[in-house]
């Protein structure tokens, strides 16, 4: 038989996990009530599709819209290269333990710094080497990522069954070729799915940006972006709040990046429901 006090402490934890889960869920969806009643009514086609123009007092976005564009596609064309190829070489070359142990206690370290110090890293490594621009926030946000890329792919390398490899082996095939034929594609949802987190990270980064790729909102085409200062819409929302006081402004793109988040994160869900469903047939 339970005591009296057992259950009266067993109630009260119980009590307290209930309106933990309650005032989570509430304060959740009360920041995206907040922000999506206050943003989404600012979200118009005019905002969307024009560059700022202060001659005229008309606010757009465009260039910060499309530099968020630019500077996402830079960080994944290298990041996804470099995190992917470390994860094979930890999981499937590497001999030393004690190799292996040190280079992902680094990769946890990395994950686990502030932004800000990755955007004065950035500053004095990248910006003066190629300027402020999206190139050099680029480069930052590169290294933030790698070990979101690179540890994802690890995780799902080690899934792979050992028989997989074993087989091909004993069919002639060699090293590179059973990492390329067989176990890569059995890993294709790790990969994606630190994809998708990657470009999440990236678009709701501000600090790092603001030390290496600037505040500029002009028009450029991708390669002429790259190379001259920019500002993502997380960065814009900073400068439209903060120093110019346009908070209809800055509620529109912060619900357009709480929609954008939204739509990452079930993507993340899908896709790995997908794999799942299809490694289960």
Known sequence: MISNRRKMFLWTVRGAMYLAAVLTGALTLFIMGYVLLKGIPNVTWELLSTKPSYLSGNIGILPDILNTVYIVIAALAIVLPLGVGAAVYLTEYASSKKIVAVIEYAAEALSGIPSIIYGL????????????????????LVIMNLPTIMRSTQESLKTVPQAYREGAFGL???????IRTVVLPQCLDGVLT???????????????????????????????????????????????????GEFEVAFAIAAILMILSFIINLSAVMVTKYFQRRNAV
């Open 121 to 140: 890293v950035g500053m004095l490594m990248f910006s003066n080497s190629f300027g402020t621009c999206l190139m050099s926030g680029a480069l930052t």
């Open 172 to 178: 002639g095939a060699g090293k590179w070729r059973v």
């Open 194 to 244: 630190g994809c998708i987190l990657s470009v999440g990270r990236i678009l709701g980064e501000s600090a790092a940006l603001l030390f290496t790729a600037g505040f500029a909102h002009a028009l450029n085409g991708f390669f002429e972006g790259l190379s001259s200062a920019g500002a993502t819409l997380t960065v814009a929302l900073y400068v439209y709040a903060k120093e110019q």
